[in-house]
């Protein structure tokens, strides 16, 4: 930070006296801690055996015996408005991210904007003096702004960060992730074949930016935000792993609820006298079908058979990628840094319930109002967790490992919104392997941080006036097991589900935020005493009702000071989905309805690249054949659902990938001679199957004449949940078809450039697009 020069600048520099304090930056306190904060996704407290789940994590049960384990530590209940919190200390609302990324609509706190007056944290321990450092997920982009062409101001070193390494959306593929550097997109650097995961290579480039920063500044702290895929969908793990948990979860999710429940009893995590609560609480018609569980004993035995496996992937999933956050903890004591440097091991919503009641072995059928067959889930039984599906397990396992509360992900019961959260460190805490039971929250975490580090949030940023900090430091709580809790009150709220708690009480309201019910002043308060009653098993609305009337006041003052209002319960909500979509960001279709892509650069991510999806198009290219041309010319997508023109062995082939389902359309003609020509498909969409899919002819050109013609099914939602772009000479990722292995870059000729045309057909049906804009929370 530039100071004020005190040196003296007289005409001769031998008359002058410099002043290097006035340009050097600021150093940490002496003796300040490094901080670590490892934040997986969509895990419930009964998942992880530091809180007394059968998913073994030996790192954090080792953080956790020489730490503290958190029993009401509490999210958003969804991924990008919790990862907000972390980035500004503000409340998710406050920060623009009432939802995701994907689905903002153009309001203050719904933008998906962090606007000025929320300064991110890392710009602040940057100035202070530490590095700083973001690794993994992030979804906290603005949609708007994933492109190359886009200003990098809200990317991660706009926001503070000193290097970054991860994936943008909220998901990816965990064997052929869609990366970036910094600013810009890469190729991962290796295959599965050679022993690639995502996991792993997070925590090699993590291990990377900690010894480089180390060698140069070995006084310096650190601050790293490790983020990894895990434990979104996809679920991906080694075998090796996967087969560690075999026969684990054989009894069901119902037996693993009452399982669990007391083993969290007996380690400490809940009082004595804690209830199971209902797996479908709510009142009929209030919650989505999507987010039933099929009772165990209803199902058959290959039923049985599969909803386990899943288990099994999504726990090696969990076990593998603590292993890489293991390989970080063991160099931190190996190279002496361990001891001061805090830890925070936590997740950011509850389970998630979006594998629906049959689980899926491709969550892209899901979210293109797709159903996945048992007998096609069955049969990429041995499949699972290896880079032929895109598996998530169903309702039934989200329930179970948010035992003992109600819902998960996206409600703002405590299925959803209470969390694990382990804290580390040896240096600034005298108690070992204890349970601190005081109510927190996400937006507690930033102020701690800030308090163990010595620095405070600046009144003023980049001369905006700052939104105070929204939580309260936790650091009273590391050696004060019976302090009373510093937090007052806290209010929730996800797609028009609202939530209040205040001092031991909890107001929810009945509410359907994914049916969309509106008319939310009709909404039926529930009320939960959470000091006695810690899963929210008994609702005493109807014998408090002046306490509900008080936490319902209370949650809309909370709610106009955040910028939470107006509440939007469209979200795949039937007839009202227009209605939401006219509001959300739409890249704004040329005049000409032409999009000109050219070889040579950057993966166009799929949201910002012309529509294809449930209308009429035409794609055209302009390629200079010479000798034994091939490779491909566009691709988007991947095996899970895509759509590529290529030239291999001598023909001109469109392949289209139905939501990886078997065979692929593949339609071919003899390839070009040498010399310029024109080639392409023209999808005429005729018709809308039941299930919102197109079909019609699709033709394939090459200059003026028709080749090939053959009927088209196309998909309503997007191609890629996992990120996978559109390319322009080569196949980023996973191979779109099977014809060909991952890039398969265009050879023997030249691509002058692309065109895509959907002049005739812009976003008709695009109501069916919302889906797959939610699948990446």
């Known amino acids: 930070m530039t100071r004020e020069f005190n040196g003296r600048i007289a005409l001769d520099i031998r008359d002058s006296v410099p002043d290097w304090a006035a340009f050097l930056p600021d150093k940490a306190p002496q003796g300040a801690p490094n901080v670590l904060v490892v934040l997986y996704d969509d895990t419930g407290c009964a998942a992880w055996s530091p809180y007394g789940g059968r998913i073994q994590m030996p790192t954090m049960q080792r953080l956790a015996d020489n730490g503290l384990t958190y029993s009401q530590w509490h999210t958003t209940a969804l991924c990008s408005p919790t990862r907000s919190t972390f980035l500004t200390g503000r409340n998710h609302h406050m920060n623009g991210f009432a939802s995701i990324s994907e689905s903002s609509t153009g309001f203050p706190g719904y933008s998906s904007h962090i606007p000025p007056s929320c300064a991110p944290m890392a710009g602040v321990l940057r100035d202070a003096g530490w590095s700083t450092f973001w690794v993994g997920k992030n979804h906290n982009v603005p949609v708007d702004a994933w492109t190359m062409g886009a200003s990098k101001k809200e990317w991660p070193l706009g926001m503070g960060y000193d290097r970054f390494y991860g994936f943008i959306g909220g998901e990816t593929n965990q064997w052929f992730p869609d990366l970036a550097e910094d600013n810009h997109y890469i190729d991962q650097p290796y295959k599965p074949e050679d022993g690639y995961h995502l996991s792993k290579d997070l925590a090699d480039k993590a291990l990377q930016f900690i010894r480089d920063?180390?060698?140069?500044?070995?006084?310096?702290p650190w601050y790293l935000w490790f983020c990894p895929g895990a434990n979104h969908a996809p679920h991906h793990a080694p075998q090796d792993y996967i087969d560690k948990y075999k026969g684990v979860f054989d009894d069901g999710y119902e037996a693993y609820r009452e399982w669990v429940l007391a083993r969290m009893i007996e380690k400490g995590i809940l009082p004595a006298d804690t209830e199971l609560t209902e797996i479908n609480p709510m009142t009929e018609g209030t919650f989505a079908p999507a987010d039933a569980v099929r009772p165990w004993d209803s199902l058959s035995a290959e039923e049985k058979q599969l909803f386990c496996r899943m288990a099994e992937v999504y726990a090696a999933f969990s076990e593998y990628t603590d292993a890489q956050v293991g390989r970080i903890v063991d160099y931190l004591e190996s190279s002496g840094q361990l001891d001061n440097t805090i830890i925070f091991y936590c997740a950011d919503n509850g389970a998630s319930g979006e594998g629906s009641p049959n689980g899926s072995v491709n969550e892209g059928k899901f979210f293109n109002n797709w159903p996945d067959t048992m007998a096609e889930n069955l049969k990429h039984l041995n499949d699972l967790g290896t880079p032929n599906t895109y598996n998530h397990y169903p309702t039934g396992w989200a329930a179970a490992f948010s035992t003992p509360y109600r819902m998960f992900k996206r409600y703002v019961y405590q299925g959803g919104v209470c969390d694990p959260l382990v804290i580390h460190w040896p240096a600034g805490m005298k108690a070992r392997g204890e349970v601190r039971h005081q109510y927190h929250h996400s937006t507690d975490i930033v102020p701690t941080i800030l308090d163990v580090c010595g620095v405070t949030m600046?009144?003023?940023?980049?001369?905006?006036?700052?939104?105070?900090l929204a939580g309260v430091s936790m650091r009273y709580s590391f050696d004060g097991a019976d302090a009373p809790t510093r937090?007052?009150?806290?209010?929730?709220?996800?797609?028009?589900?609202?939530?209040?708690?205040?001092?031991?009480?909890?107001?929810?309201?009945?509410?359907?935020?994914?049916?969309?019910?509106?008319?939310?002043?009709?909404?039926?308060?529930?009320?939960f005493h959470t000091d006695v009653d810690r899963s929210e098993a008994h609702d005493l609305a109807a014998e408090h009702?002046?306490?509900?009337?008080?936490?319902?006041?209370l949650w809309m003052a909370e709610a106009k000071a955040n910028n939470v209002l107006p509440l939007n319960d469209l979200a795949a909500a039937g007839k009202d989905l227009q209605e939401f979509l006219a509001l959300e960001f739409h890249v704004p279709v040329p005049p000409s309805g032409q999009y000109v892509y050219y070889p040579g650069t950057s993966e166009v991510p799929e949201r910002s690249a012309a529509n294809v999806h449930a209308v009429s198009y035409k794609v055209l290219a302009e390629i200079d054949v010479a000798d034994r041309a091939e490779g491909v010319i566009f691709a988007a997508g991947s095996r899970f659902g895509g759509h590529s023109l290529f030239i291999k062995d001598g023909t001109l082939t469109y392949a289209y990938n139905f939501l990886g389902i078997p065979p692929?359309?593949?339609?071919?003609?003899?390839?070009?001679?040498?010399?310029?020509?024109?080639?392409?498909?023209e999808f005429t969409k005729e018709r809308t199957g039941e299930r919102m899919e197109s079909y019609g002819p699709c033709k394939l050109y090459i200059d003026d004449q028709v080749v090939a013609e053959q009927e088209l099914r196309t998909m309503t939602g997007h191609f890629a949940l996992c990120g996978e772009g559109l390319c322009i000479g080569y196949d980023g990722g996973d191979a779109v078809s099977s014809e060909y292995t991952p890039r398969f870059e265009f050879t023997g000729g030249e691509i002058v450039k692309v065109v895509f045309d959907v002049a005739d057909d812009a976003y008709v049906d695009v109501e069916q697009h919302l889906a797959a804009a939610m699948a990446r929370d």
């Open 545 to 553: 009702p002046e306490k509900v009337k008080e936490l319902a006041d």
């Open 487 to 527: 937090k007052e009150t806290q209010y929730y709220e996800m797609f028009g589900n609202r939530g209040i708690w205040r001092k031991g009480w909890k107001a929810v309201t009945e509410h359907g935020p994914i049916l969309g019910k509106g008319a939310f002043d009709k909404d039926r308060w529930q009320l």
């Open 664 to 681: 692929e359309t593949r339609i071919s003609a003899p390839a070009p001679g040498p010399g310029k020509h024109i080639v392409g498909v």
């Open 458 to 468: 600046p009144e003023v940023v980049n001369g905006v006036e700052q939104t105070p």
């Open 213 to 220: 920063a180390k060698q140069s500044e070995p006084d310096k």
